[in-house]
């Protein structure tokens, strides 16, 4: 018989400064689905149903990013649908890839193209200039 | 009647992963799942290894997948499953013998949330009272008997063992909300860790496969947002 030893008993320390990370994710999906659901219909309607994507032109980006007030649509919807994404992978990755190994690559993997896409998209907000 | 039950069979000494085993048993339709796994065992091959204790719904102790589904074979009976009836023991657990599993790891992550009154306060001239509301708000978890069928019916346990799993989650918040506990705080920093409560992605396995009922992700989803109100 294999002895068993029994230093679980009693009184547990209790577990202090534990790290916060996966509740504020599993909050922040929550609240990035609330608004990605406003921002993505806004941002079907006005690119599939009240424009045709057909006849979008470098004139009609220009004119929408004129404003600031676009530019910010467009960065929290980058923003929010990029963080949204890759929360989702992240579990779906640690989920389904038992290896350690391979699991750790596709998350590396995950979050450099993620981050990648991110900076692109920034860059192209921030620093468009309309050429006349 | 004649009934046809496939039994997966696994014997450590001889086999190297498990086999299909078919018998013919004759069989009234109000038996019981567990009546049949009974005359396999007493009448026809004594090697049969399985667990029951009370064979009433009580002790937790026959949980098996039976057609697909996690269920106690002491509660379901054989006119309610439709044959072939095919048993396998629980998943995500090594099974040891047939429809034996071991379940150190499942009693492990639920000795892991402390799950037992904790108060130093004195209790006073009598017990500890309590009023039928705050009875109520975790009514539905004292029903847990720790049969095993929710945390093995788990997508997720199957393929990341080192998740606590709904049984555990069902048995902290048992006591998260009881007003007479003091170590809610204490449970609550436990199951916000990777694989904790929020390991849960509301599959809903757990709460159609609990003998007892209990709303098992309704609960999982109650420790999440007490997790959220402590921080």
């Known amino acids: 018989m294999k002895s068993v030893k029994r230093t679980d008993w009693g009184r547990r320390t209790p577990p202090i400064g534990g790290s916060n990370f996966e509740l504020y994710a599993w909050f922040f999906m929550r609240i990035s689905g609330l608004f ?20 979008l032109d470098y004139e009609f980006v220009a004119a929408r990013w004129d404003t600031p007030y676009w530019r910010t649509f467009d960065w929290l919807l980058l923003t929010l649908s990029i963080l ?45 200039v309309r050429e006349v | 009647m004649n009934v046809k039950v496939n039994i997966l069979r696994y014997n450590p000494e001889t086999d190297r992963k498990g086999h299909w085993e ?30 029951r204790s009370c064979a009433h719904g009580v002790c937790g102790s026959d949980a098996m997948v039976v057609n697909g589904e996690n269920m106690l074979a002491c509660q379901v009976l054989v006119k309610e499953v439709s044959t072939p009836i095919k048993i396998e023991p629980i998943r995500g657990l090594p099974v040891i013998k047939d429809l034996v599993v071991n379940m150190d790891s499942f009693f492990d992550s639920y000795k892991k949330v402390m799950p037992y009154l904790v108060n130093d306060d004195e209790p006073g001239e009598r017990e500890r009272l309590q009023s039928p509301e705050d009875r109520d708000r975790f009514e539905d978890t004292t029903k847990c008997i720790l049969c095993a069928a929710c945390t093995t019916s788990c997508p997720v346990f199957w393929t990341a063992d080192t998740y606590v799993g709904p049984a555990a989650i069902v048995n902290a918040h048992r006591f998260v909300f009881d007003s007479r506990d003091n170590a809610s705080k204490q449970r609550l920093e436990i199951l916000k860790d990777v694989d904790g409560a929020f390991r849960c992605r509301t599959a809903f396995n757990c709460t159609s496969a609990c003998p007892r009922g209990i709303q098992v992700t309704k609960a999982i989803e109650d420790v999440k947002r007490e997790t959220l109100t402590i921080n």
């Open chain 1, 36 to 55: 990605l659901v406003l921002l993505a219909a806004g941002h079907m309607f006005i690119m599939h149903v009240f424009n045709d994507t057909l006849n």
């Open chain 1, 84 to 128: 949204h994404g890759t929360n989702g992978l992240r579990i779906v990755m640690h989920d389904n890839i038992a290896n350690k190994t391979f699991r750790q690559l596709a998350l590396y993997g995950l979050y450099f193209t993620s981050t990648a896409f991110f900076v692109l998209g920034t860059y192209v907000l921030v620093a468009f």
């Open chain 2, 22 to 51: 078919e018998y013919i048993l004759e069989a009234d339709p109000d038996e019981r799942i567990l009546d049949l796994l009974h005359k396999v065992k007493w009448f026809d091959d004594g090697s049969l290894a399985f667990r």
